[in-house]
């Protein structure tokens, strides 16, 4: 039995650097050879990042990727890596965009999966399965591949897949099967959702025994805008043995020695799932798929003393899922677009605290300037818990008053109730802006998924900002990860911030609870109206009172005006207020008729 | 020969309003009733809007649809009407959507058509080709259907067809030769594009020819967030003659009497085209479409004297074109969100002269808003001209100087250059959101899409604003609407705010030619980049400078975070800054290695 020794490359990419990306290739694929590694495999359209989205409609972009993998084969030789088989995802296409009125946009462009050997590229793939949900359109960008791509390499017939194959049953692992592969390999870019990891152990072993094989499953690690990958590669037997397993939101190289059936072992392969038809098959034939074979001659890994095990990583806890997200899809945000810093305002409120720790988490406090900007109605101690949490983090602090500013507009206009509110929010918004122009700052936003889905916050001011690491977490949620994270070594949140009433301080003694349900019977609402895309009839039946379900769900449907204008922040649930939340700004459709 | 009347009800639908979109029906259908029609056809999706977006993952938004087409049928009949053949849009479903992560969402739901007849729905057809590109997410929501309805109604064989279904050879048409149909009903919500008229004659001449029938063709009219629908309903044979043709962006019943084919003339339809195999019949066998026949008496129409010929509307000039669609776009954004008035800050430039007169035009100068909002800057010949302006059409208008606001900020903080320019649009941004929350109004903002495109804006200063009437409009086209709109009755834009250099007025003497290349150099590069999708080779060889191509390109590129939280404006191009250009704002691809 041949044992190959494999490297899954759980590493980030960025859209559009395809020379970056290149270079990260290069280096990764360096260190597998070193590591002794026969194979390295990185993730889906790690040449071009993902998900590239309307990009791949220019033709000047796809010709980039196609040349780019051509280069990276040659350069991985030039290297003296041409005896490594290094499996990189990109995008291709079968020739120029079709673009007339009765064509489909898209036509012939590929998420394309390359072996690279020997300096070139010695075999591609094009992904079977296209993902169109959440935050996917890919039927939009890419025409389905319909051949299953296997290499024999090093005496093993090895299959490559991409992602959403490993979704959907029947298809490409099954093809797999018949062609008798000892391993399925499958790169992806599989974003992070909440408790997702659970998800995908028993995925991969139920494809893993769909195929009869085998499954090296090698994720992203990252953030690209509203999207976080979390990594989380692994290997896992036909038999539902997981074999190692990397970490969540790092990159690494899982090395592992895989003992793998010879190809040659299996002559009969092809008739022995034939006589046992799965149910998948006849959605599969319908492709009409056929099996390509490329093969390769590997050097097989010199027998060594340290025999590879890439060892299980364990699971981290749920907040320490959602903070590591947050703070990848804040530090990825920031560096992949050059900021040098963030500002926002700190009001000694939760939602500010929680974002300057995890800004503070991401880019050290140097990089980190927060602004109290006192209003008449703030009371003292918000201002001294802004400022405890400064000196407790490190980073930088002033205070702006507003008063002056918002007595400039009083003077001049004739203002009163929500509109005085809401100017208060604004001239916040124009300072951190002005601060952020002068001193080259991004803004963020720190309104959280609750404030959002209810349209509680004032557009123009408080949602101001060019990323919102809360905009998906609930107001529950942000209490839970404070708590959690003051317990990550010392404290940075002070813990009045964390138990007094939330208020906005827009007007005297104003608290949330004047105009908004307790937020532990708010986001169990709103959970199930925009994460699970339940009815009015359906939240009464789970328990919710009826009044407060009629409430809830038309100030959502009412602010989807507001959200349209929103900054991106990273995705950990269901559904975001972004790619994966599509709703018309006018829409009368009111859930019992209000 | 029998000879049907028919109807085409191009009339304006709201999504969600299923109560009040039904009540149209019932409304539209009595008068076509009253002409003696004996079939009346509705748009795509009538009864729920268009489009719908992610409301169909809410199962008790179908349901919702789907009684309300049982009640709709049963209402036609109580109101006498059950003798006349309706067709309209709605959603339909197989069943309760898929939400488990293996299955597709959107599972089972249908884009359909159904035939209300004698109180009930008497056939159904779902839509077989769904588009997925440009605006269209339909592959995300629906499954396509797979066989043809057949009505055989007045003794005439009706095949039922949906919009993309015209739009590709092959499919629905084919079927309906092979069924020997004699009239072909396309029912539509085909969204406005310029010149988009003159592509769809000789589209549906194609498919009529297709088809051997004669294809009755009925488009929507109004406007949903981003999109208009702009009507133009026609009838046209299979020799390609043009027999009726409604007008544009007007709501109107168009009444024809059609001599067609009786159904039982040709006894073997079927094998006449089988002997003559379209080149496209492959492509449409791989859905196995099943034909499926509903039979229906229908009264002949009583002959008489008033032959119906609904005659054919002229074509509209291209100015005239746009400019209804940005009207029709700003009245129905306004009007089906129910705001009563407008508001918006009037320089007296181009920009904002044009998005006045277009809000006159829209809904009256009583709705209409307009704040001269001079700083130390502002020219006087500015003012005048936007008094001037205000005095033509008869809107209300108001000064509101920023200075004194604008120095509260300088007195606070130490602010140069950029910031102190930004500075002011914000004052003038928390302006008009003040006067918007006081007074009720919808603030609108009004820059063009040039300046969208290269992000020659203040994010939350002139950016401000919940509707964008010139969003999709280049600045060499604002111009050229401002002057025809100038012909048509009392010109409403002073001649100077035509002729003058365009300025932003935030500094002395300040010029957009400072900053930017003229907007007849600029334009066409933005259309080669934008709407075309053409890299910097492509641009560079179709004639434009290679400098500033790539300061261009820069521009757009780093403009995407703006546009990100821009407001929606009606869609006139064929790539507006929307639901059709979708790229990330993390995106370091740069043409030319810029």
Not at 94 to 108: I, M, Q, V
Not at 310 to 319: C, F, N, P, Q, Y
Not at 507 to 527: E, F, H, N, T
Request: charged letters at 25%; proline letters at 6%.
């Amino acid at each position: 039995m041949p044992t190959l020794r494999i490297a899954l490359a759980q590493v980030n990419s960025t859209v559009g650097d395809i020379a970056g990306n290149s270079a990260a290739v290069r280096r990764w694929s360096r260190e597998a050879a070193e590591a002794g590694a026969q194979l390295v495999a990185f993730p889906e359209m790690m040449l071009t990042g993902y998900p590239i989205e309307d990009l791949v409609f220019r033709d000047s972009f796809v010709a980039a990727s196609r040349a780019g993998v051509d280069q990276l084969a040659a350069d991985l030789a030039a290297d003296g890596l041409g005896d490594l088989a290094v499996v990189v995802g990109y995008v291709d296409a079968d020739g120029p965009a079709a673009t007339s009125a009765e064509a489909t946009p898209g036509r012939g462009r590929r998420d394309a999966s390359a072996l690279l050997f020997g300096g070139k590229v010695a075999a591609r793939y094009f992904k079977h399965h296209l993902p169109n949900y959440g935050v996917f359109d890919e039927d939009r960008y890419f025409e389905p591949g319909d051949s299953l791509t296997v290499v024999r390499f090093g005496g093993v017939d090895v299959a490559l897949t991409v992602c959403e194959d490993i979704w959907q049953a029947g298809g490409p692992f099954t093809a797999a099967r018949r062609a008798g592969a000892g391993l399925v390999l499958n790169i992806n870019a599989s974003p992070y959702e909440l408790n997702k990891d659970d998800v995908r152990l028993p995925l991969v072993m139920r494809r893993a025994a769909e195929a009869g094989a085998t499954v090296a499953y090698v994720n992203a690690v990252g953030a690209q805008d509203e999207l976080v990958f979390d990594g989380d590669s692994m290997i896992v037997t036909a038999h539902g043995e997981l074999l190692t397993r990397a970490g969540q939101f790092t990159e690494e190289l899982l090395i592992h020695d895989l003992p793998l059936p010879a190809a040659d072992a299996q002559p009969n392969k092809a008739e022995k799932t034939d006589a046992a038809p799965l149910p998948i098959v006849e959605q599969w034939i319908s492709h009409d798929m056929e099996i390509e074979r490329v093969s390769l001659a590997a050097e097989p890994h010199p027998s060594r003393r340290d025999k590879r095990d890439g060892g299980v990583a364990d699971r981290i806890a749920d907040e320490a899922e959602v903070w590591s997200a947050l703070v990848l899809g804040l530090r990825d945000y920031v560096n992949k677009n050059g900021f040098r810093s963030v500002i926002f305002g700190l009001s000694g409120g939760i939602d500010s605290a929680v974002v300057a720790a995890i800004a503070v988490d991401a880019l050290g406090p140097s990089r980190v300037f927060a602004v109290s900007m006192p209003s008449g109605y703030s009371s003292a101690h918000s201002r001294d818990d802004a400022a405890e949490l400064a000196k407790r983090t490190g980073i930088d602090y002033r205070t702006e008053p507003i008063q002056p500013m918002v007595d400039g507009f009083l003077a001049n206009m004739a203002l009163s109730g929500l509109a005085v509110e809401n100017l208060q929010a604004r001239v916040r918004g124009v300072i951190l802006m002005a601060l952020s122009n002068q001193e080259g700052h991004l803004v963020l936003t720190t309104g959280n998924k609750s404030e959002l889905a209810v349209g509680y916050s004032t557009l123009y001011g408080d949602s101001v900002g060019g990323f919102n690491p809360l905009k998906d977490v609930p107001k529950t949620m942000v209490w839970q990860l404070a708590r959690w994270r003051n317990t990550q070594g010392d404290p940075p949140i002070p813990e009045n911030s964390i138990t007094k009433a939330p208020s906005a301080e827009l007007r005297p003694d104003q608290k949330d609870s004047d105009s908004l349900p307790d937020y532990a019977v708010l986001d169990p609402i709103i959970k199930g109206y925009v994460d699970d895309d339940l009815g009015r009839d359906a939240l009464i039946e789970a328990g919710n009172d009826p009044a407060l379900v009629d409430r809830v769900l038309r100030l959502v449907d009412l602010a989807e005006y507001k959200r349209r204008q929103s900054a991106p922040g990273p995705k950990i649930s269901g559904k975001a207020f972004g790619r994966d939340r599509r709703l018309p700004i006018t829409n009368r459709f009111r859930e019992g008729g209000l």
